[in-house]
């Protein structure tokens, strides 16, 4: 049992069958049928003219920021947000642009007078400001419509490009029960992580207008993410977005679950009102040596990732039973 991350679930048995049979070519010279239908496909899906299939959310991510943004040019984000903080740097390192990042609010979102504020003029002195980075969800916790549509009519009114880091954009479509074109209509690009909840075992989504897909293609075979027979991957990568996103929904119930249980033991504070997708965090009193108490997991067969907040994440391969066994065993070693 691994309550780590919805990054380890494991491919589905159609998944395997998928990729054994899926037609392949040479997908840098254009010719793989299944990546071009995942392709065509998922930019029809999400509302976008193109789409491009990555071996990562990161290079997803990393590709976008590239595309939006020239050597010197700047993104507005989190200080939370993953292409800041989780992605080794990469946007600076590789593309010479500067992040402005802004303390999220504690709901996720970026507050708009701070944003105003981080747009710098044009002067010799700045970088410039091109672009707003936003993440949904982000920490488990969903931005709602009227905040992405605010972020709109924010960037129209700055003349910035707007990017969602949609790694969990379905579980935010799942959570807001909406379709995943309600949330991706407010935003010139964003990038979807099919090997999270969604199952497949590689690959995400960049989308946005034909001519910037075209730049992040070029610069995806700049970095070294041209794959050649990759339909193997993206055949798995379709079914991640027509068979599994309803288990999203029962991954949130779980969620909530988990945290109800979790808010009864001694020393561990969630507040299951906050849960709203596959996330749960917990406070942890300091008497709580929550490294020990992952080791002795681990021989019971259950993975945790400690730290204070402690995370969990609930996902396909994480039933309701599993659930009552952790916090069974969790009482245990607390006692
Ligand atoms: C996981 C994640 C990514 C990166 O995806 P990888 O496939 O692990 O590189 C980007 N953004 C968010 C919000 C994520 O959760």
């Given at each position: 049992m691994d309550f780590r991350s919805d990054t380890v679930t494991q491919p589905t048995q159609a998944m395997r069958q998928a990729m054994a049979n899926a037609p392949v070519g040479d997908d840098v010279y254009g010719d793989d049928p299944t990546v071009n239908e995942l392709e065509a496909w998922a930019a029809e899906r999400h509302g976008f003219e193109a789409a491009l299939f990555t071996s990562s959310g990161t290079q997803a991510n990393l590709l976008g920021l590239m595309a939006h943004c020239e050597r010197g040019d700047e993104y507005l984000c989190g200080q939370q947000a993953h292409n800041y903080?989780?992605?080794?740097g990469g946007a600076a390192v590789l593309g010479s642009i500067q992040p402005q990042p802004l303390e999220n609010n504690p709901d996720g979102t970026l507050d708009f007078d701070k944003l105003r504020a981080a747009i710098k003029p044009d002067d010799s002195h700045f970088a410039r400001t091109k672009l707003l980075s936003l993440e949904n969800t982000i920490n488990g916790k969903v931005l709602p419509l009227s905040y992405m549509a605010e972020a709109r009519e924010f960037c129209d009114h700055h003349k910035l490009g707007l990017h969602l880091d949609g790694a969990r954009a379905y579980n935010a479509a799942v959570a807001l029960n909406v379709d995943i074109k309600e949330i991706a209509q407010y935003f010139d690009s964003m990038t979807v992580c099919l090997s999270k909840g969604l199952a497949a075992p590689i690959g995400s989504l960049l989308m946005g207008s034909k001519e910037f897909i075209a730049k992040a293609r070029r610069l995806r075979k700049m970095v070294g993410g041209g794959m050649r027979q990759a339909g193997i991957l993206a055949a798995a990568g379709k079914l991640a977005l027509?068979?599994?996103?309803?288990q999203l929904e029962i991954d949130h119930k779980n969620a909530k679950t988990l945290a109800v249980k979790l808010s009864q033991l001694p020393g561990f504070h969630v507040n299951?009102?906050?849960?709203?997708?596959n996330l749960v965090f917990a406070k942890l009193d300091s008497n709580i040596d929550i490294h020990t108490i992952a080791e002795k997991l681990r021989s019971d067969g259950i993975l945790i990732s400690p730290g204070n907040p402690v995370r969990f994440a609930t996902h396909k391969d994480i039933s309701e039973n599993d659930i009552n066994h952790l916090v069974e065993k969790l009482k245990n070693h607390l006692s």
């Open positions: 903080k989780y992605e080794a027509t068979d599994q996103v309803n299951p009102d906050f849960v709203q997708t």
